[in-house]
């Protein structure tokens, strides 16, 4: 009887010691940190993008099983997803040229309230119109300062609101040969079912926090439009988008639109 040859050895791994593995972490985060600061243009409409995909993944698959063709399918998700925001911001520009009649009298009023709130901070904490008006000449300055950056900011968001709709077709025409790619540089194959996992339950954990902002977002509306009429104070509608929409920003989101909706009822 042949005896059978011996199995291959598998290679060793290679140990590494703490004090050479600790500065070869820190080498790749600064390294992935410089990447994603210099590829911001780039990095940053692709995140977008694919947040926005992973929001609008569900329309997709349903036109897929209403057998529309895949290409005409992503079409029309893209569309929709534009359309829908495209909408919301026609409705925003509405009611702000309309809210634009009102600014001379909203302008009464908050020079009112400025007014009040200086002659309170003057009885309460001693402050002199001359130190308020230092600090506000101060804080003017600096504003004209970021002018430049402000429109600047803004042309990048037209260019980045410009390229995420490509950016999305892209994605959803390409998604199973970037599934695949991704498969095979964290496993090594093809096919791994561990790595599909992980990335399905990504998606998921994004769809489901997304569809949750949603939600608030609207019922910070809704709450916001109700209270806003039963107080009586005009645009109840837009105050109450537009507060609803600010307070996607973290902390101070909710804290922008005070001093539009204290100003109406003085």
């Known amino acids: 009887m042949t005896p059978l040859p011996p199995a291959p050895k598998q290679p060793a791994e290679l140990a590494l010691p703490l004090y050479v593995k600790a500065p070869l972490i820190l080498l790749g985060l600064a390294l992935l940190v410089l990447t994603l600061h210099l590829a911001a243009d780039l990095v940053f409409p692709l995140l977008f993008a694919a947040i926005f995909a992973i929001m609008l993944h569900p329309v997709e698959q349903w036109l897929l099983r209403h057998r529309v063709p895949q290409v005409l399918a992503i079409g029309l998700t893209v569309v929709l997803g534009v359309a829908v925001t495209l909408g919301l911001f026609y409705f925003i520009y509405i009611e702000a040229v309309q809210f634009s009649s009102q600014l001379p009298l909203f302008k009464t009023k908050l020079l009112e309230l400025t007014r009040q709130l200086t002659q309170w901070l003057n009885v309460r904490f001693g402050l002199t119109n001359q130190k308020l008006m230092s600090y ?4 003017s300055s600096r504003a004209a300062g970021l002018l430049g950056g402000t429109l600047a900011a803004i042309s ?6 410009t390229l995420i709709p490509v950016y999305i077709f892209l994605l959803f025409l390409y998604q199973r040969r970037l599934v695949d790619f991704l498969t095979q540089v964290f496993s090594g ?5 561990g790595v599909a996992e992980v990335l399905r339950e990504s998606k998921a954990a994004i769809q489901s926090y997304m569809v949750g902002l949603l939600i608030e977002g609207g019922i910070v509306a809704v709450l916001n439009v ?3 009429l039963a107080l009586g104070i005009p645009y109840a509608l837009l105050l109450g988008v537009l507060g609803a929409l600010l307070n996607f ?6 804290l922008l639109p005070l001093p539009c909706r204290c100003s109406w009822p003085l």
């Open 136 to 139: 506000v000449n101060e804080a």
């Open 156 to 161: 990048g968001l037209l260019v980045m609101a």
């Open 189 to 193: 194959r093809r096919r791994d079912t």
């Open 226 to 228: 109700v209270g806003l």
């Open 249 to 254: 920003i973290p902390y101070i989101g909710a």
